[in-house]
């Protein structure tokens, strides 16, 4: 079984990722297969592609020896092959037409032109996709999944079909054979981006870029090499072995039984000896893969010679498709790939960090990603030009910073105030230095975006329309309120129930100022990032003094909410312990992606109960970026900044040196692990005495080994899989609030906690290691 490699250090992980990202081109995914491969071991082999430089993509194939044109000559974008048949998506999604291996007889399995189908695959003789519309999988010969699972990718092998759920990329398996089973049970609590499978296991990437392959390991198809995150760029696995793409120059390798990638022969190679494919495909013994040089299909393995290049016309690398591609662009030639009928979308990473690629070859890298060698060679010493000189600056730097905090940081510390008295200042004014210049105008362009192009991707709404959602902003329709001003639920005329934040009106030109740089840093931070546990931004409004954003509805309300209802003991859905490190996790995944895979970074600067909603499904969603920063790129890094944030959440160290890290962040998210754990608000009043924060509550009694003295009583007694989770989760946030921000856990870090302490919650696991 391959297990997950140890993640690489944070200052390693920072040094390649800096070098790959100067070097490297944009990270594609993989796209809808335009090759496949039909395989029953008791009769011939049939390979077909999508063809390409025609009107009509039709398909051909290679079967016996011979060309067979492929009825009706008509366009497809994806087609897959199983043990005795293959099917075709006809372009468009509406039509989906299968044949047999024997009579080639076209049989059309399915027709809509209302719910389109997407993500065809064939397994040894069951066809499924996914309706476009709402990521229901659909199976024929076989049974289908549960209806009310969405997905948004799946896979077909043995017997069996796998799916990655769209709400928490969590495996999940459907068939007779038992073996789905075992990969599901095998994938467990693991979250992951892509999956393939083979006649008996299946390997994709996990969400955090390794590899994953599982299942059976009988002819050692799941013991794939060391790579680094993100390394594979497609996947390929038979009946007993298992292949994939090198992202840095689109080379195979393959490991198991059956083939090896050293018996490609030189045929199909270019000047460099090495081939370079964007797509391949497996059989029971063998690999076909579509070559970059000349899109034409190579085949090795059993039954074929070290490197066949099949009689096929030139293949089509994607679907050819009438609409605009999004910013990552369109492949290589697409317009003479596509006759001048559309265009081929360059396919680019989603909810995925900065490309983790190695340097690339120029000749040995695909057509798609080369860079010239001038360019490539610059960029390459400019990067290590570029981290030795800012390895200097910042060694210097840390140990200057660090002489000055020993002499001075108690005295600070002393002068903390703990009054109820929020923090004052708006985080626009940036005190300008020398050695903070670039960050400071980082800082200003961030409140100056709205014009910026990322804002397109929200919708614009009238006054009007917005008003009458909300029944003219009628007090029944009232649902919150903040800072920035009043929350209201309203319903948009195509039937979408969304929440409308209105700034105040008639506000001084001091206070309408601060509302616009709140209303332009949201706008700006939401408008470009998307992930499951963000809240997503639908749209904003602009009028004359109007400001307001249009956000989905989040129909369970906050996470403060639910905590505050003391006296409904065994009511409230949170009063598990599963359910609160489950809101924990999804909390700390949300903020994980701003710090770690939004470009640039995003400090949110507001981390706490209040902020984290809950859907409709109780998934937690981090909410109100009006503070919110564009960050340092690494968790070392800080900015000089004046400090805002809420009271008794707001990180000690940013408040009182106005010292602004990633780590902030992580200090809100520890105050909010206490709330979960406590049931006590970060800042709460017992009677008779001062007000206290939770911080100082319950952190000591952690640390002395009292955790059960703090925890809320609400949530009743613990079973030993749910006192050990807690235990993970009181520890975490007990270093999540260290008073120094070099002392806390990185926000990877607390969700690798936070997994562990699910996966104990549900018996997965049975021993507890902390990063302590």
């Not at 079984?1 to 390693?12: I, K």
């Not at 509302?515 to 931004?537: C, G, P, Q, Y």
């Not at 609400?714 to 002392?743: D, I, M, Q």
Request: proline share 5%; with cysteine; net charge neutral.
């Amino acid at each position: 079984m391959t297990t997950t490699p140890p993640p690489l250090s944070s200052a390693v992980t920072l040094l390649i990722t800096f070098l790959i990202a100067a070097t490297s081109p944009p990270l594609p995914l993989v796209a809808s297969s335009t090759i496949s491969v039909t395989d029953n071991p008791s009769s011939t082999t049939t390979v077909c592609g999508i063809t390409a430089g025609k009107p009509t993509q039709s398909i051909q194939c290679y079967h016996n020896n011979r060309t067979v044109p492929i009825s009706p000559n008509v366009s497809y974008e994806s087609i897959s092959g199983g043990r005795d048949l293959f099917c075709g998506l006809r372009t468009g999604g509406f039509s989906l037409i299968c044949w047999d291996t024997t009579t080639f007889l076209p049989k059309r399995i399915y027709f809509s032109h209302i719910r389109p189908l997407t993500g065809l695959t064939v397994g040894t003789s069951q066809i499924c996709a996914i309706r476009a519309n709402n990521g229901v999988a659909m199976c024929w010969r076989f049974q289908s999944p549960d209806g009310t699972l969405k997905f948004r990718a799946i896979t077909s092998g043995g017997g069996f079909s796998c799916g990655i759920l769209k709400n928490n990329s969590r495996v999940i398996c459907w068939g007779g054979s038992e073996i789905g089973a075992e990969i599901q049970r095998q994938f467990g609590n693991l979250t992951m981006l892509s999956l393939v499978a083979g006649e008996s296991h299946a390997c994709g990437l996990a969400t955090n870029g390794y590899l994953i392959c599982k299942g059976s390991n009988a002819s050692g198809q799941l013991n794939a090499p060391s790579l680094f995150p993100f390394e594979i760029s497609g996947l390929a696995l038979g009946s007993n072995h298992s292949c994939g793409i090198l992202r840095k120059n689109g080379s195979v390798i393959c490991w198991g039984g059956g083939t090896k990638r050293s018996e490609l022969s030189s045929d199909a190679a270019d000047a460099s000896g090495l081939v370079s494919f964007e797509a391949i495909e497996a059989g029971s013994g063998f690999t076909c893969g579509l070559t970059t040089r000349n899109l034409s299909l190579v085949c090795w393995g059993l039954g074929f010679s070290s490197g066949t290049v099949l009689p096929l016309a030139k293949v089509s690398p994607g679907p050819c498709i009438q609409s605009s591609c999004s910013s990552c662009g369109v492949f290589p030639n697409s317009d003479s790939l596509c006759a001048g009928s559309g265009n081929i979308c360059q396919s680019c990473g989603n909810e995925l960090p900065i490309p983790v690629l190695l340097p690339q070859s120029p000749a040995s890298a695909p057509r798609s990603q080369v860079l010239p060698p001038s360019v490539a060679k610059k960029r390459f010493f400019l990067a290590f030009g570029i981290v030795g000189s800012v390895g200097g600056i910042v060694g210097i730097c840390t140990i200057v910073y660090w002489l000055w905090r020993r002499d001075f940081c108690i005295f600070l510390h002393k002068k903390f105030d703990h009054s109820l008295q929020p923090p004052v200042g708006d985080g626009s004014n940036v005190p300008p230095s020398s050695s903070n210049g670039k960050k400071s105008q980082r800082l200003r362009r961030q409140r100056s975006v709205t014009s910026s192009k990322h804002i397109d991707r929200a919708e614009e709404f009238a006054l009007i329309e917005l008003s009458a959602a909300t029944n003219n902003f009628s007090f029944e329709n009232k649902i919150g309120g903040g800072s920035f001003g009043t929350v209201y639920k309203g319903k948009l005329p195509d039937g979408r129930e969304v929440a409308i934040k209105r700034s105040e009106i008639g506000a001084t030109t001091k206070k309408f100022q601060e509302k616009e740089i709140e209303f332009d840093s949201e706008l700006a931070s939401l408008s470009r990032l998307h992930h499951k546990h963000l809240v997503e931004l639908v749209g904003f409004c602009k009028e004359n003094d109007e400001r307001l954003l249009v956000y989905e509805h989040m129909s369970n309300g906050s996470l403060y909410e639910h905590l505050k209802e003391n006296d409904r003991e065994g009511c409230n859905i949170l009063n598990c312990w599963k359910m609160r490190i489950k809101i924990a996790l999804e909390t700390a995944r949300g903020i994980e992606y701003l710090h770690n895979y939004a470009v640039p970074p995003i400090i949110h600067r507001d981390i706490k109960s209040s902020n984290i909603l809950l859907d409709a499904n109780w998934t937690a969603k981090v909410s109100d970026f009006g503070f919110s920063l564009m960050g340092p790129e690494s968790d070392t890094n800080s900015m000089s900044t004046k400090a805002i944030g809420t009271i008794g959440y707001i990180d000690p160290e940013y408040y009182v040196l106005n010292i602004l890290t990633v780590k902030s962040d992580v200090y809100g998210l520890g105050v909010v692990l206490l709330e979960l754990l406590t049931g006590k608000q970060a800042m709460f009043k017992i009677e008779g005495l001062d007000p206290m924060r939770v911080v100082e509550y319950a952190g000591p009694q952690i640390a002395a080994g009292e955790l059960q003295s703090v925890l809320d009583k609400r949530v009743g007694v613990l079973n030993a899989n749910e006192a050990e989770a807690v235990e993970v989760v009181a520890y975490t946030a007990l270093k999540c609030v260290n008073l120094e921000g070099n002392e806390r856990p990185s926000i990877t870090d607390v969700v690798v906690n936070l997994e562990r302490a699910m996966a104990l919650c549900e018996g997965g696991i049975s021993s507890t290691k902390f990063f302590v």
